[in-house]
């Protein structure tokens, strides 16, 4: 039961994958064309009451302002690496993701979760560039954005931002 005059604002949310065996009600709520939003009990608590379980929403996606450039941190091990997009502007989303390194082609990236992404090759001691196609259709490189000594767990921050 929806909470009538009732809205919040998401700023961001998890992929949330799809499981193709399962019908589109109930046990589908994760495939398309159902939108999906895992929220805190808090912020749920705003829109419906909490022992409804799933509260059909309406939405609309907006353009997301952000101070900075777009931020990449980096997990993994020897022979993958797992990227994780921050901090993007307008669309606020990734549509695809491609990882260079000095020793190295263009090498697609595949979405883990949510907003990471993962490519299995060793990378490690070789700067690396990246190249991000927004949602909203635009594509930047993010030329040598990663150092040639870099650790799993780091940040890197760029001047770039996309603007739509």
Known sequence: MCK?????TVTATNFCAPNYNLPNDDDGWCNPPR????MSQPASLNIGIYEVGII???YQHVKCWRSG??????VGGNYFQVVLVTNIARS???????VKGSNTGWIHMSRNWGANWQC???????????????????YIVFQNVVPAVWLFGQTFPTWQQFDY
Do not use: M, N, Y
């Not at 939108?35 to 895992?38: K, L, P, S, T, W």
């Not at 299995?120 to 635009?138: N, R």
């Open 4 to 8: 009538t005059g009732k809205a919040i």
């Open 35 to 38: 939108a999906h939003f895992d």
């Open 56 to 58: 059909p929403v309406v």
């Open 69 to 74: 450039g777009v931020r990449f941190s980096i």
């Open 92 to 98: 606020g989303s990734i549509k695809s993701i491609s």
């Open 120 to 138: 299995l090759s060793a990378l490690e001691k070789q700067p690396l560039s990246l190249a991000s196609t927004s949602t909203g259709g635009q």
